[in-house]
């Protein structure tokens, strides 16, 4: 176990994955000489040089596009989106291409591409930087899509997407990049959390906190904050978003009979509504109150001054947990 | 004058764009014209067996739009008037070569060795067009615009990283495209990827004059194959018409790829006869005169005419490929009258390559689903949900 950011502990992750597979390729814009304009790809064209880990010319759809024709070349292209508002030109070619090839080829084409995106807000920067757009992704057959919470999580999670056949839409923190945590290099992958499932991470009796990537740690900050009211919250980090491992949450619920499920997305047909719509179904006779959301408004992405305004914080989940209570 | 720039190489095809408009090795009237960048010498075998794919995938063409109008495939998209500039550019293809087709590209499918009956399965419903790339080096058909020069230049750039350019044997990938799609961005981002990275690929855009019912002014205010020099590779306009023609400059195409030249673009200049697809009225946008016009420049006929006058071939050889597209046709229809439904089953089949926890699940409820039906299908009659009685299969 090594102490690092989670900037570098995917920097670890990415390095291994290179390491392992000379068809492994890295792909986008700055990743190269620049190192990402978060670093998390620092020195690895130094390491392994411009043919696999590419600077590519500034066109998101292009990305994508020639990432899928690699692949099925045969190679396993890890694809950087520089941040998350700027995916959308490449949606055309995630969605209808890069989702559906497997499908439409009856398995006879894999692409097993992975799409790396920085997401949600808190870094006070300009618009179009701070957004979270999984739920798009989430409803897309032929996806998978995960959100790492940690440097430990990142560390393993990006080193499993790359070995998936399947396409992964793989979101990072941006704002929990620089936080440090401990990582299991030394552990053989076998030992590893499966990536495909969520995790309880930090037991509780009275009620349950639901979220996943930047929202994760809130939702502890907010777990400890609530012993001072003598409350016990379970939080589960759901870290994979399709599949939705939603087990762990129908056990948890049928204990505690409360829910309470965050993110920084917009509520309206968000991950929140999908999670609310199935834990009524699998627990309805468990629930001792609605399932409550705390999200993001539906309103565009707020200028930075106001974003403490709009994303979800300890404050506004202790409030939902009183007036889950409160039922 | 040591400070004056080298004089860039003159393009190839100049000559005769400026003379002609494009490239032509063979006239409408069907008289063999020299070019000087793109002469080519061919066989009598060679000239007839270009007659014979350009007759028979015309008759799949028409079969197959035959049998849209009898309700046996929901749609056709008709190559009628483009089957030159297919079959031009689908026999430069080397056996090593990769091709990215469009929807339309049932004659690149042809040379390729594709089975006609493939095409149709995709347009009569069964499946979306499944194939294995690799098996006939022949991508799937793509619908959305564009898209697939994109997934071509990446796969030439695969091509690089694997070391198979430079050489005689090396290998190159076609996409192809039409004047519609010039507009779009992923081609134009296609293009740029291939300059960046000096990819091995050639853009093989068929100007059939209509986007849908879009001219092709309305894409473009300069001729497309000038559009390649901004993005800094060649650019050539070629007779779509025009078998040999085509044929000539794909080939020198492909090999400059293949050799480590880069892309290049070329312009097939065609005309589509037919309609976009077979829900399309080209009437309503198009004046019959302009057909009859095109009538005159029919790649088919050309190639007949030669072929008579410089006694290539006989009688015999016409009846005898005209029995072979009747046999194909014949073929072609009951081929695609014998594919079978895709089962019920099949809609959760192939969505991931592992597992999917969720899906899995709601496919176990849809097949719960599917045994309730099967189980009052049993006991006839004995369904009790009124009007739900044979509303299963």
Same mark, same amino acid.
């Given at each position: 176990m090594t102490s690092m950011t989670l900037a570098k502990a995917l920097n670890a992750g990415l390095r291994n994955a290179l390491d392992s597979d000379p068809k492994t390729l890295i792909m986008g814009e700055d990743v190269g000489r620049l190192g990402g304009v978060f670093r998390v790809t620092d020195g690895l064209q130094k390491d392994f040089g411009e043919h696999r880990v590419i600077d590519t010319p500034l066109a998101e759809s292009g990305i994508i596009g020639t990432a899928i024709g690699l692949a099925m070349r045969g190679y396993r292209p890890i694809c950087e989106i520089q941040f998350d508002g700027f995916v959308y030109p490449a949606y055309d070619q995630i969605v209808s291409q890069l989702a559906k090839m497997h499908y439409r080829s009856q398995g006879l084409v894999k692409l097993p591409v992975v799409v790396r995106i920085p997401f949600g807000g @808190?870094? @006070? &920067?300009?618009? =179009? =930087?701070?957004? /979270? $757009?999984e739920a798009y992704f989430a409803h897309t057959a032929g996806l998978k899509v995960v959100a790492c919470s940690n440097p430990a999580d990142g560390y393993t999670m990006i080193q499993q997407a790359v070995a998936s056949d399947d396409p992964v839409i793989f979101f990072e923190p941006k704002r929990r990049y620089w936080e440090k945590g401990e990582v299991p290099?030394? &552990? !053989?992958? +076998? +030992?590893?959390? $499966? *990536?495909?499932s969520a995790r309880v991470v930090r037991p509780g009796t009275d009620a349950t906190l639901v979220g996943y990537g930047p929202m994760v740690r809130t939702l502890l900050e907010s777990a400890e904050a609530a012993t001072a009211e003598g409350r016990d919250l379970e939080v589960i980090? *759901?870290?994979?978003? /399709? !599949?939705? +491992?939603l087990e762990p949450v129908y056990a948890s619920v049928e204990r505690t009979g409360r829910l309470i499920v965050v993110h920084e997305a917009p509520g309206t047909l968000g991950m929140g509504a999908e999670i609310a719509a199935r834990v009524t179904e699998r627990c309805f006779y468990s629930l001792e109150a609605p399932v409550l959301r705390v999200t993001g408004y539906d309103t565009p992405y707020p200028p930075s001054r106001l974003e403490e305004e709009y994303l979800p914080d300890l404050d506004r989940v202790l409030d939902a947990v009183d007036r889950s209570f409160g039922f | 004058m040591s400070e004056s720039a080298p004089e860039t190489p003159r393009p190839l095809g100049a000559a005769a764009v400026a003379e002609r408009g494009f490239v032509q090795l063979l006239t409408p009237e069907g008289e063999r014209v020299h070019d000087t960048d793109y002469d080519i010498d061919l066989t009598d075998a060679e000239y007839r067996a270009f007659y014979r794919d350009l007759v028979l995938v015309r008759r799949i063409d028409a079969e197959a739009t035959a049998l849209q109008r009898q @309700?046996? *495939? @929901?749609?056709w998209a008709s190559l009628l008037g483009q089957e030159a500039a297919q079959i031009g550019s689908g026999r430069a293809l080397r056996p090593q070569d990769m091709a990215f087709p469009t929807y339309r590209e049932h004659g690149v499918a042809w040379c390729r060795g594709v089975d006609p009956i493939s095409a149709l399965r995709m347009f009569r419903g069964v499946d979306l067009g499944a194939a294995d790339p690799h098996e006939h080096n022949f991508a799937m058909y793509t619908i959305v615009i564009g898209a697939q020069c994109l997934h071509a230049t990446g796969y030439a750039m695969g091509i690089q990283k694997d070391g198979r350019?430079?050489? &005689?044997?090396g290998e190159a990938v076609i996409a192809y495209l039409g004047d519609g799609a010039t507009s779009q961005g992923d081609v134009n981002e296609a293009f740029v990827w291939a300059a960046a990275f000096t990819a091995p690929v050639v853009f093989f855009c068929? #100007? #059939?004059?209509?986007?849908i019912s879009a001219p092709t002014d309305r894409q473009t205010r300069v001729p497309l194959y000038l559009r390649a020099a901004g993005f800094g590779f060649p650019g050539v306009r070629v007779d779509g018409n025009d078998v040999l023609a085509t044929y000539a400059v794909t080939r020198r195409a492909l090999d400059d790829a293949r050799h480590g030249q880069g892309p290049s673009f070329i312009e097939a200049y065609t005309y589509r006869m037919g309609a976009h697809t077979t829900s399309d009225d080209p009437t309503r946008y198009r004046i019959a005169a302009e057909l009859e016009e095109w009538r005159l420049r029919d790649p088919i006929e050309r190639l007949r005419s030669f072929l008579v006058r410089q006694e290539v071939a006989d009688q015999d050889f016409f009846d005898e490929v005209a029995a072979d597209a009747d046999e194909l046709a014949a073929r072609v229809r009951s081929g695609c009258l014998a594919l079978p439904d895709p089962r019920p089953d099949q809609l959760f089949d192939h969505v991931y390559a592992g597992e999917h926890s969720a899906l899995q699940q709601q496919h176990a409820e849809f097949r719960q689903y599917q045994s309730e039906f099967l189980a009052s299908d049993t006991t006839i009659g004995a369904s009790t949900v009124p009007g739900r009685e044979g509303s299963r299969r």
């Open positions: @808190g870094i @006070g &920067a300009v618009e =179009h =930087h701070s957004e /979270s $757009p290099d030394t &552990a !053989p992958a +076998d +030992d590893w959390y $499966p *990536l495909e980090d *759901l870290r994979t978003l /399709s !599949p939705l +491992d | @309700g046996q *495939l @929901g749609l350019v430079g050489g &005689a044997d068929q #100007n #059939n004059q209509y986007a």
